[in-house]
């Protein structure tokens, strides 16, 4: 089964939202995998910090830990590096999906995202199974999967880029459950992991309050197994905002943070 599920719907969208592209149609998100909180790889080390740890309780979704982050350059620009597997037959439309996504990421921060020439440390765009990032700057080659057979859509690119500079997801803040209701009798045991809170002392928000809007954020029917809700805003106004394909205002907020922009 492919890992994307697909969300049809109208979304209002908010002066808080930063898009290219006057928006009235249907968007779509989906990342729900087999990995890390779905669709995040992670290496050992992450693997040994993130699912062996026991935190103490605070705010946090984005690396606290800098060996992770990418790059400044003598600018002040946070650098990215990336390349498209030219072997597996994007299609230039899908390419221009892919760098317009980037291009808004790129508008609102100091981060922006160069064809590698020669640098050791980038990003790989491939066509694997799924939507799926490493997290943060691993060091090298790391990929980054944006199937073309459901990856291409609103948000997603976004999503994962952002999983690529360093941040999980909001709904697995340590605080989510003063925001959200997680109903789990909709959600299947083997994916009752997605759904775990991070350990703070790894994450950060950086000052911004949780995030109903953030393009981090799955939307309410992620991982159901009935169709029913899996995750309930208290704010029933968000209940069909959450899972925006959207880069928020605080979303751009934490990432320029994170990274020092200003
Ligand atoms: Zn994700």
């Not at 898009?19 to 249907?26: E, G, K, L, M, R």
């Not at 765009?125 to 700057?137: A, E, K, T, V």
Request: net charge negative; hydrophobic share 35%.
């Amino acid at each position: 089964m492919k890992n994307l599920i697909l969300l049809l719907g109208f979304l209002i969208v908010s002066n808080n939202h930063i898009t290219s592209s006057p928006i009235s149609a249907s968007v779509s998100i989906g990342i729900f995998g087999d990995k890390y909180q779905g669709d995040i790889k992670l290496t050992k080390v992450q693997e040994d910090i993130l699912l062996n740890s026991s935190g103490n309780q605070s705010v946090k979704t984005g690396w606290t830990w800098e060996g992770f982050r990418w790059h400044k350059n003598s600018n002040g620009l946070v650098i990215v590096p990336y390349t498209i597997n030219n072997d597996q037959e994007f299609a230039e439309r899908e390419i221009e999906i892919v760098e317009k996504e980037l291009t808004i990421i790129e508008h609102a921060t100091c981060i922006r995202f160069v064809k590698r020439k020669d640098e050791e440390d980038y990003v790989e765009i491939i066509n694997g199974n799924g939507c799926w990032s490493w997290l943060g700057r691993i060091g090298g080659r790391q990929e980054l999967s944006l199937d073309r057979n459901g990856c291409l859509q609103q948000g997603i690119t976004i999503h994962e880029f952002i999983h690529a500079l360093g941040y999980d997801h909001m709904h697995n803040h340590f605080y989510r459950d003063d925001y959200v209701k997680i109903h789990w009798e909709n959600i299947a045991p083997e994916n009752y992991a997605n759904f775990d809170r991070v350990d703070p002392q790894w994450f950060d928000n950086f000052g911004t309050p949780y995030d109903l809007m953030s393009v981090m954020h799955y939307p309410r029917w992620a991982f159901s197994f009935n169709g029913e809700d899996a995750i309930e805003p208290f704010d029933s106004n968000y209940i069909d905002k959450i899972g925006s394909p959207y880069l928020s205002t605080d979303d751009a907020l934490r990432l320029n943070r994170m990274y020092n922009c200003y």
